[in-house]
């Protein structure tokens, strides 16, 4: 069992940046694949990005890539997501999710879910 919470949204100019944290309960985390997904108003859950528990390996959308950073400190049981480059679009509430084994981009690989912090990017 692993209890996810997240922290770091809030409101921030396009163009600014915000750093997203999730920590997990437990003593075993590294031994899960961490991803962070978010969903805008009326619109589907989006992949964002995803880690392998040893946090060697990453995989980003596309409409993230080379803005976002995913990482972990499996010391603190800690995974972040920084936002740089952030733009309007990019408005939507952010959860991290835990899975066992390796990394996947489908939510629904996902056993365990963060309540979800609000990220609102203004133009």
């Known amino acids: 069992q692993v209890q996810l919470v997240e922290s770091g949204g809030g409101l921030v100019q396009a163009g600014g940046s915000l750093r997203l944290s999730c920590a997990a309960s437990?003593?075993?985390?590294?031994?899960?694949?961490m991803g962070w997904f978010r969903q805008a108003p009326g619109k589907e859950r989006e992949f964002v990005a995803a880690?392998?528990?040893?946090?060697?390996?990453?995989v980003y959308a596309d409409s993230v890539k080379g803005r976002f950073t995913i990482s972990r400190d499996n010391a603190k049981n800690t995974v972040y997501l920084q936002m740089n480059s952030l733009k309007p679009e990019d408005t939507a509430v952010y959860s991290c999710?835990?899975?066992?084994?390796?990394?996947?981009?489908?939510?629904?690989?996902?056993?365990?879910w963060g309540q979800g912090t609000q990220v609102t990017v203004s133009s």
């Open positions: 999710a835990a899975k066992g084994g390796s990394m996947s981009t489908l939510h629904r690989r996902y056993a365990y």
């Open positions: 437990g003593r075993t985390f590294s031994v899960y694949a």
């Open positions: 880690l392998s528990g040893s946090g060697g390996s990453t």
